[in-house]
């Protein structure tokens, strides 16, 4: 019996120079991979890149990071976004999962066939920790679990829980560990974290000091909890492995496991409570500087 397809997308977007070659192999990659159907999402009111063989285009995204924050850059896709666009996508088609990834992530047949596994294991959703390499050598160099950059996802549960989460935008600080949080406390849900299924060729970072950092950094202060929560998990994921080890799997999904089990008490509940309140000041007023009135999205 064939396994069910499943829907890939991104954005892709006019990289020039080292960019436009890693998003190539990443992209090239993905053609090659089994029983995929391949959507690139483009943003409805601006200019599109040429079109990517082997990819259907969606231009329906229409929030971005610009608009949305009032902040000057380059416009950047709103990651919640993006999933409802593919969930859609994929219901559409048929599909039951969709994935979704950077568009300089490479796969392999062996990533598509983990997700089919966990799959029918019940998993509604999937995070996989990506495998730098270097590029001159082909290396891998380490395998990065505090951060994730693709993701599967059951369509219909995306669509019923999507209110969970915030508008982030792709590509900034912390976006990715909270989604996972909420994902891991919500959802059954498989982390990809032990051996490597996606890869990624190591490049400086370029999101450290970005017009929008200040916007993500708000909403990650909303979502404190659920960063927490990520941020204890992955110390003591590390205490459990060693370099040459990779740890326990049981005791690494009973950790897993012990995701925001409990309700904080009061005190904690007043504190963060004081923390949104003064998040959404700081956030209003650098709105206000910027000429973008009006409460900030959260």
């Known amino acids: 019996m064939d396994k069910p397809r499943i829907t890939l997308g991104s954005h892709s977007y006019p990289a020039k120079g080292e960019d436009a070659r890693r998003q190539n192999a990443a992209l090239d990659s993905w053609r090659k991979l089994p029983g995929v159907d391949l959507v690139d999402l483009q943003f409805a009111h ?45 219901l559409a088609a048929g599909n039951d999962t969709f994935m979704f990834s950077n568009s300089d992530i490479l796969m392999r047949p062996e990533t598509i066939a983990a997700v089919h596994a966990a799959t029918a294991e019940g998993c509604k959703a999937q995070v996989f920790s990506r495998m730098d390499f270097d590029g ?14 693709t993701y599967a996802v059951d369509a219909r549960w995306w669509l019923e829980n999507r209110w969970r989460f915030r508008p982030y935008v792709i590509g900034e600080t912390s976006w990715d560990n909270v989604f996972t949080s909420i994902l891991v406390c919500h959802a059954p849900t498989r982390l990809h974290n032990r051996v490597p299924l996606t890869w990624h060729e190591d490049h400086d970072a370029v999101w450290l000091d970005s017009p929008f950092r200040g916007y993500n950094v708000f909403l990650l202060t909303l979502d404190s909890h659920y960063h927490a929560d990520w941020c204890t998990y992955c110390h003591e994921l590390k205490a459990l492995r060693t370099d040459d080890q990779p740890g326990d799997p049981a005791r690494e999904d009973a950790l897993r496991e012990s995701f925001h089990r409990t309700r904080p008490g009061w005190r904690k509940a007043m504190v963060h409570g ?11 007023l650098a709105r206000a500087r910027r000429g973008k009135y009006g409460p900030p999205p959260g």
């Open 46 to 90: 601006l200019p599109a890149p040429p079109e990517l063989p082997g990819f259907r285009r969606v231009r329906q995204m229409r929030q971005d990071s610009v608009t949305l924050t009032g902040a000057g850059g380059r416009r950047k896709p709103i990651v919640s976004e993006m999933f409802d666009l593919l969930a859609r996508e994929a």
């Open 136 to 149: 001159k050598t082909g290396k891998e160099v380490m395998l990065l679990y505090p951060g994730q950059d």
């Open 274 to 284: 004081g923390r949104v309140a003064r998040a959404y000041a700081k956030e209003w």
